[in-house]
């Protein structure tokens, strides 16, 4: 399941591929978005803003597609007028003069007026995101501290896109096994030293994960590079204190962690 850091390239390579340029053709499959079609063609994508798993991609006339991939939706660019051969079900079509931007089998789609924007339910509930560069360790840890969520296990808050939109499960256990911290603990329970570490390892490690995963660089001096620690590591020692890594569990979803150094 991708999260936030893989959205976020996969809204960089739609916007590479079409910002700008004034769309020549846009088709929607469902029948409440086709009034839209010829209001967009001539206007162009301003930009793609990502709201954890949710697309907005913004056009010069103010409106705003949403779409939210869920579990089986994708967009993929390809050149102007071409047909990939899939199985997917199109959704979105999105041209200009040399490339073309395609929604497949998503079905959480929805135009959206300035005024729509600031009151659709997705984007009211979700939490802020964790790339937004607007966002701060001392927001971070007001959220942390927050009655909402001060008294919330670790294992589910770090899930909850309420609490910071583009979190995920690989992001989840490697943050606590950065900060040390067990999956049962809460907020309300942490020292203000451990509440600095945790605020900062939430917006540090998503947003390293984002510029560098999958990514070689040889040059030392340019900064660490993101590689799981204890992600898929169950069996191998830590490298921190050389305890065993384990799997469990938590909240439904597979949780790696080292209970030597996790406390």
């Known amino acids: ?11 960089d390579s739609l916007e590479a591929a079409v910002k700008g340029k004034p769309l020549t053709e846009v088709w929607f499959a ?6 839209y079609e010829s209001l ?19 056009f010069s006339n103010g409106l705003t597609l949403y779409s939210h991939n869920q579990l ?23 041209q200009t003069a040399d490339k073309a931007i395609l929604l497949y089998s998503a079905s959480d789609i ?3 007026t300035p005024e729509q924007l600031t009151t659709h339910p997705f984007l009211q509930r979700v939490g802020p995101d964790v790339l937004d560069l607007k966002l701060t360790e001392a927001d971070v840890k007001a959220r942390l501290l927050s009655p909402r969520f001060r008294n919330r296990q670790f294992s589910g808050l770090l899930l909850d896109q309420a609490f910071l939109a ?38 540090v490690i998503p947003r390293l994960s984002y ?19 204890v992600f898929h590591r169950d069996g191998e020692a830590c490298e921190r204190c050389g305890g065993v890594i384990e799997k469990t569990t938590m909240s439904s979803r597979p949780f790696y962690w080292c209970p030597n150094c996790q406390k």
């Open 110 to 112: 929805e135009m959206l």
């Open 211 to 229: 510029n560098t995963r999958g990514q070689v660089d040889e040059n030392k001096h340019h900064g660490a590079l993101f590689r799981f620690k």
């Open 166 to 203: 583009g979190l995920g499960n690989y992001l989840r256990v490697e943050i606590l096994w950065q900060t040390q911290l067990a999956p049962q603990r809460k907020a309300s329970q942490l020292t203000d030293a451990q509440l600095d570490a945790l605020a900062q390892a939430l917006l």
């Open 1 to 11: 399941m991708p999260e936030g850091p893989e959205i976020r390239r996969a809204a």
């Open 72 to 94: 089986y939706g994708v967009w993929r660019v390809v050149e102007a007028n071409s047909v990939p051969q899939t199985t997917r079900v199109l959704r979105v079509k999105l």
């Open 40 to 58: 967009l063609v001539g206007q162009r994508i301003t930009h793609i803003e990502t709201r954890g798993k949710a697309l907005l991609t913004h």
């Open 30 to 35: 469902f029948e409440q978005l086709k009034p």
